[in-house]
């Protein structure tokens, strides 16, 4: 049986939640949650330890699976909308900043 959760609009661009999420995929959720807990990347570290704290606590309230032996199936990181600012440059023109947000899916299933 398949635990999911995911989370939209993450103010973290697509790029680095990917490196974190290729680091951390197959891995059983106890040992991902120790390698993000020490992870350098602390602000995307911190998104992905909550989801995977939340699928694993979907799991959990099921009550038909043991936590330990889940493992991370898939875990998807998609590009979301983006924030688009502007800032001043001479001669009065402008030029525009994009502020990427992230979709990100996780499933969790058991070995």
Known sequence: MDFKANISYVRVAPRK???LADMIRG???NQALDSLKLCPKR????ILYKLIRSAAAN???????????LVIRSLLVGRGTSLKRFR???KGSASPI???TSNI???LAEK
């Open 43 to 46: 602000n995307a570290a911190d």
């Open 98 to 100: 994009l502020k990427r």
């Open 27 to 29: 891995m059983g959720v």
């Open 59 to 69: 799991a959990d309230q099921k009550g038909t699976v043991d936590v330990d032996k």
């Open 105 to 107: 899916k996780v499933v």
């Open 88 to 90: 001043p440059r001479a």
């Open 17 to 19: 939640m990917g490196a």
